[in-house]
């Protein structure tokens, strides 16, 4: 048994038996249809991560986004007044991440790509877009560039779900989806 | 042999027991369970916390109570407890001396100096980090000495392991090939060396660096040499949980594995690939590619998952093949139905099987996909999941083990055996019930890590559903049952310690604890031409692989309504 050496001396040559060796083709067979599911849906999939990627100091990275924010700003929100920032369909947009803010305020037309621009200034956030619930980890050092395409209309709030410090919780931004009509 | 070794005869099992086998695994399993307490406490305030209603602690104390719980129960709790099981495994299923029992007392001190000092600056507020410590965030330079320190005695208790296991076969002390048991702790131990160096390396740069001695610690390199410690310590984890399955299985039902060749094979996997599937926590980072992504979580992790998905099958197989044997062989499921329910050790043992696969399992594989984690990413369905493998099976497997090694080892009786009889039960369904809980809340983007689902400190108001604030709440009363099936372990295993009845020769003949034949195995195939019934077996895995194929393609289609993205 299990506790004892095994009875027979030779036990790997032992028989199999039917059931076990069953269960072990249909359990690799699994293992290969999850790994075929990865891949396909990497060709007919709508949602798949970029694996585009650049080493950046945040100083740059804020520098860039600052300018972003000062030519497309098309009002001031909230008691802090975060600019909310409107750049033309499919361009580049920046958001930064830094304890505890994403900024800006981003506003995206419904259909149209982006090609997003995400970096922290500080620590690691992460970047958790609500109620679509797409969740990505943001490091500082690292600028991370994915192309969305939003595809319904609303209010959505990045929420911030990597620990970063005792006022993580507070730590929120958002991103508005228009029709591209007005 | 050069001294002599003081041993005595175990009158169940027949098995030569060395002092000093018996002295370090009731120290190690002593101090397993007092961290278990502690940490335990900390994850129920935690869980009150996080119940919206309730919103216990500040957010300080929460964020460190959090870092506090991950530390003492996924690190010293369990590795502790897993020493000790080294030592059994070794030492005692081997009728062998410790060797050098001098340095596995030095391990022993030096894992318990670091788990007080890595609490110590935790509850002295400036290492709220959380256990993964992720840089460039910063704790106090002695809670990374502490967790070094603390992985030093680890790698010398492994050693100590190894060094056992080869003197015994020197002294041939056991004969033929290691148990099934001892085989399982063997890849513990391998994959523990593994561990623990990638602990250093990426802990020791992180300590100098905390002194201002290293100037910076890239943050993604840190991830992912610390995930080859964090995951890699997770198959640790089901190496020995499903070692001592089968150990259970065989002292209670005298339950043989259906074939070593198959067991084995299914632990081996586990060495040779789950190293590599510490990728599944990097899958949604920058700058790492698709490609390596694939292939880390494929085809290293399927092949390991091959391993679990086997013992699955093997586990239950050999009990319903003993209980068949000994004459409950009617219809499907009479070997289950009149299996020792009672008996804390086998419900413990069958349940952590269950809750393993089926919530444990099936989450894990399904959020190390490539596209679905990024639905799952740092919401609290990770805590939901790992709750499931860590808690419901880990734990719960340890917690039943113990009812095995406090007369076995300890020589003490179980005292308040109705109440011991109930634990399982209530730990394992709050352990249940909190992992779907969380997974649900993830599941509708809830975060983890985060003191305040209300949002009521944000400058900016953020919309949550309100099933989100019952599932927390649902979380919360979950915790408070695991946290009573806890305290009643925690409880009955100190006062059986304390005042259990000694069990001398004449107590272990009228009240064994090892069952029918002191242990022998009952049935034996794999050796026989004759095939097991295993009717049972064959449901369960077929409901486990139903169940496992929609919820993984429910996912799909929950990705499929997010955002496009390329
Ligand atoms: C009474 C039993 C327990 C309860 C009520 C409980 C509850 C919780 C809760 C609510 C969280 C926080 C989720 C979050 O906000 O992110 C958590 C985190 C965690 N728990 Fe438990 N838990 C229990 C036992 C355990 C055990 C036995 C282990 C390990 C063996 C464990 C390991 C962890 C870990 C590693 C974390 C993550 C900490 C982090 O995010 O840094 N828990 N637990
Ligand atoms: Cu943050
Ligand atoms: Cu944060």
Same mark, same amino acid.
């Given at each position: 048994?299990? +506790? ?5 001396? $030779? ?28 891949? /396909? ?7 798949? +991560?970029?694996?585009?990627a ?7 990275f804020?520098?860039r ?16 007044g !975060? ?9 580049d ?11 800006? $305020? ?7 790509? /982006?090609?997003?621009h ?14 679509t619930?797409?969740?990505?980890? !943001? ?23 990597? /620990? ?14 228009v029709?591209?009509?007005? | ?10 009158p ?5 027991? &060395? ?21 335990? %406490? ?14 216990? %602690? ?10 506090? &719980? ?21 030492? *005692? ?36 980090v959380?256990f ?32 056992? *296991?080869l ?8 004969e ?6 001892t ?46 410690f ?8 089901v ?10 299985a ?13 067991? #084995? ?6 060495? %040779? ?7 599944? &926590? ?23 998952v ?12 050999? =009990? ?5 044997? #000994? ?11 009149k299996?020792?329910?009672g ?11 269950v809750?393993?696969?089926? %919530? ?15 639905? =799952? ?8 999941h ?14 039943? =083990? ?5 007369p ?12 011991? #009889? ?39 108001t ?15 009363v ?35 604890v ?7 195995a009952?049935?034996?195939?794999g ?32 990705l ?7």
């Amino acid at each position: 048994m299990a +506790l004892t050496s095994p009875e027979k001396r $030779i036990w790997w040559n032992e028989p199999l038996s039917k059931i076990e060796l069953t269960w072990i083709v249909i359990a690799f067979l699994w293992g290969l249809t999850m790994f075929g599911t990865m891949v /396909y849906w990497h060709f007919t999939g709508e949602q798949n +991560l970029s694996n585009e990627a650049y080493r950046i100091r945040p100083e740059v990275f804020a520098e860039r986004t600052e300018a972003q924010a000062e030519k497309y700003k098309v009002r001031e929100e909230g008691d802090t007044g !975060i600019p909310v920032v409107k750049p033309p369909a499919g361009s580049d947009v920046y958001m930064l991440a830094r304890r505890y803010e994403f900024w800006p $305020i981003l506003e995206l037309e419904k259909d149209k790509q /982006y090609r997003l621009h995400l970096s922290s200034m500080d620590v690691q956030h992460g970047f958790s877009l609500q109620p679509t619930n797409i969740n990505l980890q !943001i490091h500082p050092g690292y600028e991370m560039v994915l192309t969305v395409k939003p595809n319904k209309t609303g209010e959505y709030s990045v929420v911030c779900n990597e /620990y970063c410090g005792v006022a993580h919780h507070a730590m929120v931004g958002r991103i508005y989806v228009v029709d591209s009509k007005k | 042999m050069a001294k002599d070794f003081k041993f005595r005869t175990c009158p169940e099992t027949g098995l030569k027991v &060395h002092s000093q086998a018996d002295a370090l695994i009731k120290a190690n399993a002593v101090v397993a369970v007092v961290f278990l307490a502690i940490g335990g %406490l900390f994850g129920l305030l935690v869980a009150l916390t996080r119940w919206p209603a309730v919103h216990m %602690l500040d957010a300080e104390l929460f964020y460190l109570a959090l870092t506090a &719980h991950g530390a003492d129960v996924l690190v010293f709790w369990i590795i502790f407890f897993e020493v000790a099981v080294l030592y059994f495994a070794s030492a *005692i299923l081997l009728n062998a001396r410790i060797v050098l029992p001098k340095i596995a007392w030095l391990g022993f001190i030096l894992m318990l100096v670091g788990a007080l000092m890595a609490n110590v600056a935790v509850l002295q507020g400036e290492s709220s980090v959380m256990f993964t410590s992720y840089v460039p965030m910063k704790a106090a330079p002695h809670f990374y000495l502490g967790l070094i320190l603390f992985a030093v005695g680890a790698l010398l208790a492994v050693g100590i392991f190894f060094g056992t *296991i080869l003197t015994a076969k020197k002294e041939k002390t056991y004969e033929g090939s290691l148990p099934l048991v001892t085989f399982g702790a063997l890849t513990a131990a391998i994959i523990a060396v593994y561990t623990i160096l990638s602990g250093a390396i990426i802990l020791v740069p992180t300590f100098l660096w905390s002194l201002d001695l290293i100037p910076h610690i890239d943050s993604l390199t840190y991830k992912l040499i610390w995930w080859g410690f964090g995951h890699s310590s997770q198959q640790i984890n089901v190496a020995t949980h499903v070692s001592i399955w089968y150990a259970t299985a065989a002292l209670l039902l005298g339950a043989k594995p259906l074939s070593e060749k198959v067991s #084995r094979g299914a632990f081996l996997l586990y060495i %040779l690939f789950l190293q590599l599937a510490s990728a599944h &926590h990097l899958l949604v980072e920058p700058g790492v590619s698709s490609s390596w992504k694939i292939f880390n979580t494929s085809y290293a992790l399927y092949l390991a998952v091959l391993g679990s998905l086997i013992h699955g099958l093997s586990v239950p197989g050999a =009990i319903e093949a003993a209980q068949r044997k #000994r004459g409950f062989n009617k219809g499907v499921f009479e070997w289950l139905r009149k299996a020792p329910w009672g008996n804390p050790a086998f419900s413990s043992m069958f349940l952590s099987l269950v809750l393993f696969g089926f %919530l444990g399992g099936i989450s894990g594989v399904t959020m190390g996909n490539e596209q679905i984690n990024l639905i =799952i990413h740092n919401t609290i369905y990770v805590p939901g999941h790992f709750h499931a493998t860590v808690v419901a099976g880990t734990t719960l497997a340890f917690m039943g =083990i113990t009812y095995l090694v406090v007369p076995l080892i300890f020589q003490r009786e179980i005292v308040m055996k109705g109440l011991a #009889r109930w634990q399982p039960y209530l730990f394992g369904l709050g352990a249940a019930g909190i992992s779907l809980f969380m997974m649900g809340a993830g599941t509708i983007g809830i975060a983890r890590r985060h003191w305040d689902i209300t949002f009521s400190d944000a400058p900016l108001t953020v919309d949550v559903p309100g099933t989100a604030f019952m599932m927390m709440g649902l979380n919360g009363v979950f915790a408070i049952m695991a946290t009573i099936g806890g305290a009643i372990y925690v409880v009955v295993v100190v006062a059986s310690i304390l005042f259990g009845a000694k069990r001398d020769e004449a107590a272990c003949k009228a009240n064994p604890v090892v069952t029918a034949g002191g242990g022998e195995a009952v049935a034996s195939y794999g050796a026989e031409e004759e095939h097991p019934n295993l009717s049972g077996t064959i449901v369960l895995v077929t409901l486990l692989f139903v169940t496992f194929v929609l919820y993984y393609y429910v996912n799909w289609k929950f990705l499929s309504e997010v955002w496009p993205l390329s």
